[in-house]
């Protein structure tokens, strides 16, 4: 349920052109002015990590929000992950998408033909998140991006507040849908704690309405608030869903907001490890997810980072998991080179050839394969399905990613019905 336009440009750019100096990094959990702005992007830049914020002022934001899109080098496109979600999975003729987010003039023009917008999600002005992009060994100032990535920001108050997601469930009886996608939970990181404890109950209630018979994913993001990641996990979201994406940042905040395996590393260094990333997966299906005697839906967790995906499936709930976790590698290797098919000369393997399949129970040592690049393995009734992912050299756009690599898993995913 959150949608809106996508101003992508190089974030050492938007900074020049606002007339913001290099600065030292520094985190900010929210940001009220240009200067956390410099200081936050900073931060993240000199770590090649992705992130996104909420901006608190108004005004400010909208007066960056005209510079940024009104740049040479911006480039205007569908945003929030369930309009790209949408978007990516219209592409295929043979599908209908219905999205419900706040859909402004200019983003209904950018949708493709086969999204349905209700009425009600139409708005007069549309909501804007600025991408500030930059390159692999970018400097500026003191600070040299490791890898390349991309800092998001915006104050987006009705995606913020999921205003659309009681138009999104009532619209669900006349739609009829297959699957029902769900995101922008991290959106509400923008409201305050009440405000957000109430609209989150509501979502929750909201959610509960869809018939259990429709299988519904939900697409994780960046997220700094480890109490309402908790709420999110423990008592509300995760037990009504069926199936979960997120990325490696998303899955070590889940760990360490509620204690899991490998809680007390503090961050990645490098290619996160895959038997460190098993080992979280297997946690959460094995707390969290389906099991006799807990009340959960939670079955499949599709895991991606750079260098390679994961699909980790409770067993007995869905098939096809070699294809749904190839085809979402495929789609991040096409989509980072702008290509239609993998082009071998743009792109490059950064996945290991062998790795340790845990770090908490006597593991399995796995090499890669080359004519069998899809490996599994199996843990106490839960199916792991690895794929390395061929990595663009010279990425045309990083934004939306994760939602194209969702989107292409669960279009090859088969769902048993229970």
Not at 6 to 13: F, I, R, Y
Not at 367 to 380: A, G, I, K, T
Request: charged letters at 20%; a negative charge.
């Amino acid at each position: 349920v959150n949608a809106c336009v996508d101003v992508v440009l190089s974030g050492v750019k938007l900074l020049e052109a606002l007339g913001l100096e290099p600065s030292d990094g520094k985190n900010h959990a929210v940001l009220n002015s240009g200067q956390d702005l410099r200081e936050a992007f900073a931060h993240f830049m000199e770590r090649g990590a992705a992130a996104e914020r909420f901006f608190s002022d108004a005004e400010a934001f909208r007066a960056i929000a005209r510079t940024a899109s009104e740049h040479p080098a911006a480039q205007l496109y569908v945003g929030g992950n369930a309009a790209l979600i949408g978007q990516k999975l219209a592409t295929n003729p043979d599908l209908k998408i219905l999205l419900c987010g706040p859909v402004g003039p200019k983003l209904h023009e950018l949708l493709d033909d086969n999204v349905v917008v209700p009425p009600e999600s139409m708005q007069e002005r549309d909501e804007f998140h600025l991408i500030l992009e930059y390159q692999a060994g970018e400097q500026w100032g003191r600070v040299r991006a490791p890898a390349a990535n991309r800092f998001i920001f915006s104050h987006d108050l009705s995606n913020g507040a999921l205003n659309m997601l009681e138009v999104f469930v009532s619209s669900l009886d006349e739609f009829q849908p297959d699957l029902v996608v769900l995101s922008g939970l991290h959106m509400m990181e923008g409201q305050s704690k009440e405000m957000r404890q109430r609209r989150l109950m509501e979502a929750v209630a909201s959610i509960s309405d869809i018939p259990t018979d429709i299988p519904i994913h939900l697409e994780l993001a960046s997220m700094t608030d480890q109490d309402f990641m908790s709420n999110i996990m423990h008592q509300q979201v995760f037990p009504l869903v069926n199936s979960i994406g997120l990325n490696e940042q998303e899955l070590l905040f889940l760990t360490q907001s509620a204690s899991g395996p490998h809680a007390s590393l503090a961050s990645w260094s490098g290619i996160p490890d895959v038997g460190v990333v098993s080992d979280i997966l297997f946690w959460l299906l094995k707390e969290h997810g389906k099991g006799a005697e807990r009340a959960s839906d939670l079955t499949r967790i599709h895991f991606h980072t750079l260098a390679y995906h994961i699909l980790a499936t409770v067993d007995g709930h869905w098939g096809n998991q070699a294809a749904a976790v190839a085809a979402g590698a495929r789609a991040a290797g096409t989509q980072a080179c702008a290509t239609d098919t993998i082009d071998t000369s743009k792109v490059l393997l950064k996945a290991p050839l062998e790795f340790l399949t845990s770090h908490t129970e006597a593991p399995a040592k796995i090499s890669l394969n080359p004519d069998e690049p899809v490996v599994q393995w199996h843990r106490e009734g839960i199916s792991f399905h690895f794929t390395p992912v061929l990595v663009c050299k010279e990425p045309v756009r990083t934004v939306g990613l994760g939602d194209a690599i969702s989107a292409e898993g669960l279009l090859y995913s088969e769902v048993y019905p229970q």
